[in-house]
């Protein structure tokens, strides 16, 4: 009864999410800006919080309380230090410049932007194509969450396969079914109702167990290590590559530089930049904490289980713990429709029309994106059966994939002598020896890189560096070509 | 000129924003205080001063002059900047 009950409250929410997206789409024009872009029209609630929500997928909601379970409530600290102020800056430094260039020449990709100002085909294509490499796992990642929080909403009667399914299903209804309207509509009342949830469920937890200060304690018996600031994992070293790589690579998320672009007004950009940290700390100390409390707590997680649905179904009523379930998976749901949606953009827009097919119909053009988020999807799938690592560690590869390109972007974005050669150099480079990196430890035949060195330093700290060093070198030695045209990355004068 | 000068100073405020967002001074302190450890309070606290700068940042005009522009609301009444 109570596993029927779990599953219906989960079926249904996603079903009601998806049915938001359909009236939202029922609102919107057939026109890509439209369907990618929703028209460059959303306002400061919808933009913030379809960027929160963005943020918030298997890797905040699960990865986090389990890493805070497993190594400690620092965790807190990198997410907060990441989102809510770095991710911030950057939202100024990087967001706020592509807006106005965007809002100028009608850009609706990063590929679509660079390979315009540098006058090539290529660096547009090699851009999509590197976002959407990094973009499988990270889709993966949330089928991944989905399928270890239904197995620990159902104590394991429904298989991990089930959930991760059951997501991917919805997934690519909902994308092929919706657009930006869609998503962005769903994510605000998403990112509102797990807001909201989430404190529910911290309050609900502490008080069965006596108090924030009980909850504390209970956990500095289990783990006093747990109570001191640093140590185990949480090395300075991790800490900082930590932070710079995701909070570089959120940049360039292909759904979440796409927002860069969809702002109604400037005002829209500066009240969501404003509120962000506050934002970011709502969300992530409850969710956090909880997973860090648990150690204190009488429960037991089992092997492959999220650690907060096993905590919710121990403290608060069977229905409350779906509904929480239900509105973590939905916003995972819309997370990766952003992702899938954003990712077939780059496909159709940057890949497929240039480089494959000049005169593909919009018609042709409209049924290749809906496949290839079918494929996509279902690759990731596939992918996600064989769980390749923890979630935490499957996001940070995809992170660090990102941020290699973040640097390269702001070069071009700031500094007019960059060039083609220059773009394509520092791109292209260290992006192979990342890749030659994560693969070494997927292939048995090759001996596997290290990720980090000397104390958790991220090596794809390192290549960043590379990055940015063989952009400007690059471009140092090369002249500009004929094509390309700084100014129309100018954003004063009209 | 020394507005644009003055606005200089947000480079080194993000700066210490972003580097002190992680409790370095608490590193492997381990006192509790209202039910938490003590660098969790530092952390939240550190995002309120956050948004509270940001928004000053906003408001100053250094958002638009930050990136050559003019600011639409000289006064800077709001966080505005739209027109609507």
Known sequence: MTLGLSLGIVTGYLLFALAVGLVAYRVSEATAEDYYLANRSIGTVVLLFTT????????????????????????????GTIDGVLFAVLWYAIGY???????????????????????????????????LLWLFPYVMLQQMGAGEALVGLTGGAVPYWGGAALITTFMILYVVLAGMRGVAWTDTVQGLFMLSVVWIAAAWVVSAVGGVGTATGAMLDARPDFGSFGGGTYTPGFIISTAITIAFGVTMFPQINQRFFVAKSGGTLKRSFVLWPVLVLLLFLPAFMLGAWAVGMPVEVPEGANVLPVVLNEYTPTWFAALVIAGAVAAMMSSSDSMLLSGSSYFTRDVYRPVINADASERREAWIARVGVAAFALLAFIASLFRPGTLIEVGDTAFSGFALLALPVICALYWDRTTRTGMIAGVLVPQIAYLAVVLSAVVGAVPTLPRTVAGGWDVALGLMVLSAALTVGVSLVTAPTADSDASRFAVTGD | MSRSRRDLVWIPTFAVLVAFAVPWPLWGVDRVVAGLPVWIWWHVAWLGL???????????????RGMGRRPESENGSALGGDRR
């Open chain 2, 50 to 64: 956050c948004t509270v700068l940001f928004s000053r940042f906003v408001e100053s005009g250094a958002w638009e």
């Open chain 1, 97 to 131: 410049k592509q807006w106005l260039i965007g809002n100028r020449n009608g850009y609706v990709t990063l590929g679509e932007m660079l390979g315009d100002r540098f006058g090539s085909v290529g660096l547009r294509a090699l851009v999509a194509g590197v976002s």
């Open chain 1, 52 to 79: 929160f929500a963005t943020l918030l997928s298997a890797f905040t909601f699960f990865g986090g309380p389990n890493l805070a379970f497993a190594a400690g409530p620092e965790w807190l600290i990198v997410m």
